[in-house]
């Protein structure tokens, strides 16, 4: 049935009407014809026909997804909990599988839920794609710096280009939690600390994975995660309680998901964490009451990973009948490996503890994006082997990960302009175990990527010919091959191969040094108390550092990392990531300049790790400086300072930028818009691309606001002494903010205005609303 229309189908039924044999979707499409033959009729009444031929158990079997349960390339299982679940799929009990990829395994599932089921309802398809499929840009942090929005947006049509053709037709992504703290190990799949940027790269995301037509087969339907509070888990730690205020998740939390649901995405996920004692995934006021009411969300929501069982360990649920109640009845409409809606769900309707019409909400939410996903149309859409095998790691798909990578590296420091290197003459050491490593670059949430499918840092410097090379690992960075579920062991002790990298860098002109957190490192369950160079790497770096001090170093990492030392004492350093399949070929054209670097820090980074929480957007207290000579009672500490070592937005370039004749203009009462212009100048001697970032202060209002928040950008390139004039406008949503009656309010008062290269802007302007 692959690639057939409707009306050929239906024609098909006509003519051979009088035979026995028909597929469940000539079934479904027999009950249905009046409704598809006329071709007027909307996908709600469409969904309204289906949902009612469907049995209790057949709508709640929409609401039940199941991990990928046995090997395909076997016989079906016959016994145990597996041929429990296969016996579900026959009989319409499963609306979704995940981590069932490739055409051919695909095929397999959704030819039993559609060929075997008694309504032949077609499944959706769930994967990770997080940066990619098996083509991998970098890590979702590291494409927020590049604070491109264009290019974050290719880079997700890319990844739902290749998982579309492996038979994916919806992604876990994007994460849009707000996340202030750099011990937390997933900030690695977010887009950082900063609610505005944040809400621009969720839209750019979801644009990115659902296109302009969710039909097509070449997109995914996207999944804004998670709803919400995730990113504030206290200290740091996955799965933590988060406990915030009402201003912070209306003004800091909220606005990306809410963004993310502007844009059209079709699922939302909830979360693992709970908010003010409630699990979210139980929460009515966040998944009803907010979301699909007040938003009007009419997608679905999807439990995170078993979260659904999970509240009886919160202490929420008594046991997992009660779980089954509170989640449906909260608005989790898809349970995700709990395995408790299809095993408790008509109990409880029978009981009159959950209404039939939940269920059918919930099911008819499902049913509408399969629909638009053309499922319905066409359940093996999306399973073409002759696209599989073309799509499949193309050099488009390299090209746009390369560009992605390069465009996704911060040059943090450039002293005596170290930096570009010459291409010709030089003796340059390379050292650090994760110079040489081709699947670190990959960094965590790869799972369908590859082992070694990574361009290494030496591999890129080799594209160079100019110059001589010798490497030396100087040690190891963890201890094994790391995978994705268990704990990593952190090399720490074993200092054996140092002698051969100081000797290496004695008689080096440059020594490259690529240190850093092995990809596992960051991600799911990965948090740490530790933002330093992992293991011995602190040592070899100021071990190098006596023998040869006119070092690069390259840091490799999911996360904001505390590295004062090599900040005081290294002349360059060069923010790489995780940049993905093509990491080493990015880095090797920004260290010799054929890129000039562009990327901005969306996190700050930490002096010390007794900072974090730690962000730019901060209160100013009522005691915010030092009253007077030695005088201990003002917010500070007494051994570290406040201000990050490299602040929110920070970013250089091998070329120089100006910024002047900052004006206001067109005042917000009679306009309702206020508009800010500047003039950007290229001082320098190369050409170059510039963030220019404005940033907010509202000196008074009703509820304290931050310090300053950023309220615009805009990415310019520029010549050598060219100049260019931009204009950002203000509006009732840059101006305004949300009170604490959860109303959203325009004050009139006075404002500051900031705009520059990074958070700690100094051209400033004053307007009065």
Known sequence: MKRVSITILLCFLVIFSCKNESSSTDKYLAVNSSNETSNVSSIEKKVADLLSKMTLEEK?????????????????????????????????????????????????????????SRLGIPLIIGFDVIHGYKTLSPIPL???????????????????????????????????DISRDAR????????????YLGSKIAVARVKGFQGEDLSISSTIAACAKHFAAYGFAEAGRDYNTADIGTSTLNNVVLPPFKAAKDAGVRTFMNSFNELNGVPATGD??????????????????VSDWGSITEMIAHGFAK??????????????????????????LAKLVKDGKVKESVIDDAARRILRVKFELGLFDDPYKYLDEAREKEVTGSKKLHDAALD?????????????????????????????????????????????????????????????KGNTITYAKGADVVVGEPNFITEIKINSTNKSEFGKAIATAKSADVVIMVLGEHGFQSGEGRSRTDLGLPGVQQELLEAVFKVNKNIVLVLNNGRPLAINWAHENIPAILEAWQLGTQSGNAIAQVLYGDYNPSGKLPMSFPRHVGQVPLYYNYKNTGRPSLPGPDVVFWSHYQDEKNDPLYVFGHGLSYTTFEYNNLKVKNLYKNSKNVT????????????????????????YASVTRPVRELKGFELVELNPSESKEIEFTLSEKELGFFNNQNQFVVEPGNFKVFVGGSSKAQLEANFKL
């Open 404 to 464: 992605m990578a390069k465009k996704s590296i911060v040059l943090l420091k450039n002293e005596n302009n170290v930096l570009p290197l010459k291409k010709e003459g030089k003796n340059i050491a390379v050292i650090g175990a994760l110079a040489s490593d081709k699947t670190s670059p990959l960094g965590s949430w790869r799972i369908a990527a590859e082992d070694n499918s990574a361009v290494s840092v030496l591999e890129g410097l080799s594209a160079y």
């Open 284 to 301: 009515k006021y966040l998944q009803r009451d907010i979301l699909k009411d007040k938003w009007e969300f009419d997608g679905f929501v």
């Open 319 to 344: 046991d997992g009948n009660h779980a089954a109640e509170i989640a449906a009845n909260a608005g989790s409409d898809m349970d995700m490996e709990s395995y408790l809606y299809v095993n408790e």
């Open 676 to 699: 800010v212009s500047v003039t950007v100048t290229n001082t320098g001697k190369y050409k170059g691309k510039e963030v220019a970032q404005l940033y907010l202060k509202d000196e």
């Open 60 to 116: 709640i079997g929409q609401m039940n997804q199941y991990n990928g349960f046995w090997d395909l390339t076997g016989p079906a299982p016959e016994a145990g909990n597996a041929a429990k679940k296969y016996d579900h799929l026959r009989k319409g009990y499963v609306g979704s599988m995940l981590n069932v990829r490739g055409v051919e395994d695909v095929r397999k599932v959704q030819k039993i839920a559609v060929e075997e």
């Open 184 to 195: 937390w190990g997933r900030v690695m799949e977010g887009a950082g600390e900063d609610t």
């Open 142 to 176: 590291a494409e927020s710096a590049s604070w491109d929005l264009e290019a974050i947006k290719v880079s997700a049509e890319m990844a739902a280009l290749e998982a579309s053709a492996a038979g994916i037709n919806w992604t876990f992504a994007p994460m849009v």
